[in-house]
T-cell receptor
Framework: SQQGEEDPQALSIQEGENATMNCSYKTSINNLQWYRQNSGRGLVHLILIRSNEREKHSGRLRVTLDTSKKSSSLLITASRAADTASYFCAPTGFGNSGTYKYIFGTGTRLKVLA | GAGVSQSPSNKVTEKGKDVELRCDPISGHTALYWYRQSLGQGLEFLIYFQGNSAPDKSGLPSDRFSAERTGGSVSTLTIQRTQQEDSAVYLC???????????????????FGPGTRLTVL
């Protein structure tokens, strides 16, 4: 199993500012995914970065991965009130057997103030 | 196409009763996961099904919890003799491998259902 630990636990910023969330993990991975959750319901996949990638962009999202430090960061630029949500990382281990088991952390609760 | 669906969306039950929660994964997805999330907490892994392999039940908190997946599609999570501490949102997710078997390997993006909010009185 893999487990991601997000940091900080809570983050409050003004609209238009950038938000940075970090994720650390302990074992080897072949990719890492970030998810978003609104109002305690289902998670939505945001972005996936593979272990052979160092940075990836998707719209206002920028994800970095440092496998030597076993860490990743999610940057949301020009934040909006609608970005208010909890954000989770999900490290994914090696193997083609499909026996991945995602162990999500408690997430980072982001609040964007209008 | 349709996403992952779960039913019921809300369930209120009395302590000691049994409940069944249903998950309809995305058609063709071979993997299915159940999670539990208590208020303000992270997701707690419960059980994982992958194709015809034996499920990984290592996250089930007690023998009151069981799950099955019929025909590799629909899954039912059953909680017997419910307790108040079972109150939580139960989330189901399905996935299918993407990518290649070489290089950085396969990846499994999970698609989540909206969850079932269980309240045990």
């Amino acid at each position: 199993s893999q487990q991601g630990e997000e940091d900080p636990q809570a983050l409050s910023i003004q609209e238009g500012e950038n938000a940075t969330m970090n994720c650390s993990y302990k074992t080897s991975i072949n990719n890492l995914q970030w998810y978003r959750q609104n109002s305690g319901r289902g998670l939505v996949h945001l972005i996936l970065i593979r272990s052979n990638e160092r940075e990836k962009h998707s719209g206002r999202l920028r994800v970095t991965l440092d496998t030597s430090k076993k860490s990743s960061s999610l940057l949301i630029t020009a934040s909006r009130a609608a970005d208010t949500a909890s954000y989770f990382c999900a490290p994914t281990g090696f193997g083609n057997s499909g026996t991945y088991k995602y162990i999500f952390g408690t997430g980072t609760r982001l609040k964007v103030l209008a | 196409g349709a996403g992952v669906s779960q039913s019921p969306s809300n369930k209120v039950t009395e302590k000691g009763k049994d409940v069944e929660l249903r998950c309809d994964p995305i058609s063709g997805h071979t993997a299915l996961y159940w999670y539990r999330q208590s208020l303000g907490q992270g997701l707690e892994f419960l059980i994982y099904f992958q194709g015809n392999s034996a499920p990984d039940k290592s996250g089930l908190p007690s023998d009151r919890f069981s799950a099955e997946r019929t025909g590799g599609s629909v899954s039912t999570l059953t909680i017997q003799r419910t307790q108040q501490e079972d109150s939580a949102v139960y989330l189901c997710a399905s996935s299918i491998p993407t990518g290649t078997s070489g290089g950085a390997g396969l990846s499994y993006e999970q698609f989540f259902g909206p969850g079932t909010r269980l309240t045990v009185l």
